[in-house]
């Protein structure tokens, strides 16, 4: 039982290069997250997903796309990638979203775009 | 729109030590979680709060939560070079998102 898994680990871009970072987890769970973290800043909600097929914004979502095709897994795309979007992502899934249903991360993947 | 908000945002104490990290939000909420981020490494949950005057204490450790005064605090006794890390509080907010506090970065001395 993997949990949640992340790849890559590290990238580095140029500006405007694209991108596509792979979340997968194996605990069945219904909702899965992207989040991003920067200095002095916690975590902020990109994007997420309440099932298969669907996909809503978060408190970040510009310049990031998203894709749930397959419950398990759940894609973070990047177009044309921006200094502003180096960062630590992170990715999180939980069984179902609010208050008594725990978010389970991912190792997070460390993007530098120069 | 709730906001979190951590202070200290920086600790550095000596070991056998006590100290307290705050953890303040702005709109109603009776869920609560404290995580533990180590240097380049992904969060791992310490503490889920589910109503008002909840207490949960693992080893050095205890949280608590007064969701009428919309603050958690998390109490470290005795502190070890171990407990180095950054601490976050998130909030649940209505629409069931988990919003972030900016973090505590604790740093134990000898």
């Known amino acids: 039982n993997a949990g949640v898994t992340q790849t890559p680990k590290f990238r580095v871009l140029k500006t405007g290069q694209s991108m596509t970072l792979l979340c997968a987890q194996d605990?069945?769970?219904?909702?899965m997250y992207w989040y991003r973290q920067d200095p002095g800043m916690g975590l902020r909600l990109i994007h997420y997903?309440?099932?298969?097929?669907?996909?809503a914004k978060g408190e970040v979502p510009d310049g990031y796309n998203v894709s749930r095709l397959k419950k398990q897994n759940f894609l973070l795309g990047l177009e044309s990638a921006a200094p502003s979007q180096t960062s630590v992502y992170f990715c999180a899934s939980s069984f179902r979203q609010g208050a008594a249903y725990e978010q389970y991360f991912g190792p997070g993947t460390r993007l530098t775009v120069t | 729109e709730l906001k979190v908000e951590q202070n200290p945002l920086f600790l550095s104490m000596q070991e056998g030590k006590n100290y307290t990290i705050y953890c303040n939000y702005s709109?109603?909420?009776?869920?609560l979680y404290w995580y533990r981020q180590d240097p380049g490494k992904s969060l791992e949950s310490l503490f889920v709060?589910?109503?008002?005057?909840a207490v949960k204490q693992e080893g050095r450790l205890m949280a608590s939560l007064d969701t009428k005064a919309r603050l958690s605090t998390l109490h470290i006794t005795a502190a070890v070079h171990d407990l180095s890390a950054t601490y976050f509080c998130a909030v649940v907010s209505d629409s069931g998102k988990l919003i972030f506090g900016q973090g505590t970065t604790l740093q134990v001395k000898p």
């Open positions: 605990m069945n769970h219904e909702y």
């Open positions: 997903s309440v099932g298969e097929g669907t996909t």
């Open positions: 709109t109603t909420s009776d869920r």
């Open positions: 709060l589910l109503s008002n005057g």
